[in-house]
Nanobody
Framework: QAQLAESGGGLVQEGDSLSLSCAAT????????MGWFRQTPVNEREFVAA???????YYADSVRGRFTISRDNAKNTGYLQMKSVKPEDTAVYYC????????????????WGQGTQVTVSL
């Protein structure tokens, strides 16, 4: 059984909205922070947003004000609401969990989903 599984990616136009979901096992999600990262073929995995177990939120400067991270601890599910998307948001988006507070460092994350492609066209 996969520990984390993303869904909701797809092809959208610039300025549109898109929501991603991350379904986790209870063991993976409980008392852990959840982060979203993205990666393109030419870039390293990039921090997008993270949310602590208690709901504290953190964002990369490039998405602050456009993306919103949230979680439903009862459902072991995390979300990334993307608004006013831009072509530079095109990437494979991954969710991951960590029990550290180094939220923006992908090496601190223990479990990863398989990724979901988001493509933003002009």
């Amino acid at each position: 059984q996969a520990q984390l599984a993303e869904s909701g990616g797809g092809l959208v136009q610039e300025g549109d909205s898109l929501s991603l979901s991350c379904a986790a096992t209870a063991r993976t999600f409980t008392r852990a922070a959840m982060g979203w990262f993205r990666q393109t073929p030419v870039n390293e995995r990039e921090f997008v947003a993270a949310i602590g177990w208690s709901g504290d939120e953190y964002y990369a400067d490039s998405v602050r004000g456009r993306f919103t991270i949230s979680r439903d601890n009862a459902k072991n599910t995390g979300y990334l609401q993307m608004k006013s998307v831009k072509p530079e948001d095109t990437a494979v988006y991954y969710c991951a969990t960590t029990r550290t507070n180094h939220y923006n460092d992908y090496v601190e994350y223990d479990y990863w989903g398989q990724g979901t492609q988001v493509t933003v066209s002009l």
